[in-house]
């Protein structure tokens, strides 16, 4: 009867297990939607974000691959510095575009073009009035960029990351959106 407390202790350790085990595995399926007060399927960033597979990419992503000779990264390139990588790849990034993810996963980014001539590219979805300023080479304007297709971003594009000064992620209802600003397009300049 003395010895009582060393039964309780292994109990103790073994409920503390069994509990931690249990949040751990059904806390990120169960508990959000339990919490959520809005039973209609939300669009989550990590949600929107997750295109793993080249084969998840839209169709016209597909092409405009195809159409470059482009290959997906490897895993051994995984994380590899942009100016180390072979020529003819994409992957994904955020803004700075320091390296290069074999996959987007969860992380919400735009996919990058590295084509053959070394030139490399962000690759997103705008709208049309944005586009326009970039195809006839207006001065000081900027893109509002999405990885995915959305309403007011629906068409696909593709510019020199050497023509962008400056690339800011904006938070928005939809996930992550990019703001491209160009100052100028160098074959404008004297």
Known sequence: MKRWYLLLIPVLLGL????YLVVKLLAPTIFPDILSRDSQAKNRQSDIGKMPAAEAAPREVQGLRKNHGLR???TAEDGTKIQDLP?????FSMC???SL???RG???SLEIHKHHDGIVYYVGYASDEHIEKYLTRQKNFHILTSPHQLEKSPSLFEIPIEFVSK????????GTLFDLFV???????S
Do not use: D, H
């Open 101 to 103: 993810s074999a996959k």
């Open 87 to 91: 020529n003819g790849i994409y992957g």
């Open 183 to 189: 100052t100028t397009i160098p074959e404008l300049q």
């Open 167 to 174: 690339c800011e992620e904006r938070p928005s209802k939809e």
């Open 96 to 98: 700075n575009v320091v």
């Open 72 to 74: 997906q990264l490897t």
């Open 16 to 19: 503390a297990t069994v509990a």
């Open 106 to 108: 969860t992380t919400f």
